[in-house]
C-alpha cells in the first residue's frame, strides 16, 4: 500500500510543478494555494510511504517521478521540445526508478 501513497506523492509534485509554471504566469492566490496545496500533499503522502519504504528508495522514486513527470506535462502542455534525447533521458530517469523498486 506504501508503493501506493509513494505513486501518489509523485503525481502531486508533478501537480505542483505545473501549478509553478502557471504561479509565474497569474500570478494569483489560487495558484499560489493549488501549487502550496500539491505540494503539501506530496510530502504528506512521500511521509506515509516512508513508514516503511527505505528513505533512499523511496526518495529517489518520488523525485524521479516528479523530475521525469514535469518534463512530459512540459512536453504536452507547455511545448516543450519533444526531441529524442530528452525522451531517452526521461526514459532512463523511470527505468531508474522502476530498477530501484525491483531491488528494494
Known amino acids: 500500500m506504501n508503493w501506493v501513497f509513494l505513486i501518489l506523492a509523485g503525481i502531486f509534485e508533478m501537480f505542483g510543478v505545473a501549478m509553478i509554471n502557471k ?21 504528506i503522502f512521500l511521509a506515509i510511504a516512508m513508514t516503511t519504504l527505505p528513505m533512499g528508495t ?4 518520488w523525485t ?19 526531441n529524442f534525447k530528452r ?13 530501484l523498486k ?3
Open 64 to 82: 524521479g517521478i516528479g523530475a521525469s513527470g514535469g518534463a512530459i506535462l512540459g512536453m504536452m502542455l507547455y511545448g516543450e521540445p519533444k
Open 102 to 104: 525491483l531491488v528494494s
Open 87 to 99: 525522451i531517452l533521458f526521461i526514459t532512463m530517469v523511470l527505468g531508474a526508478a522502476v530498477g
Open 23 to 43: 504561479l509565474h504566469k497569474d500570478r494569483n492566490a489560487p495558484a499560489f494555494l493549488l501549487m502550496t496545496a500539491g505540494f503539501g500533499a506530496s510530502f
Open 58 to 61: 523511496a526518495y529517489a522514486i
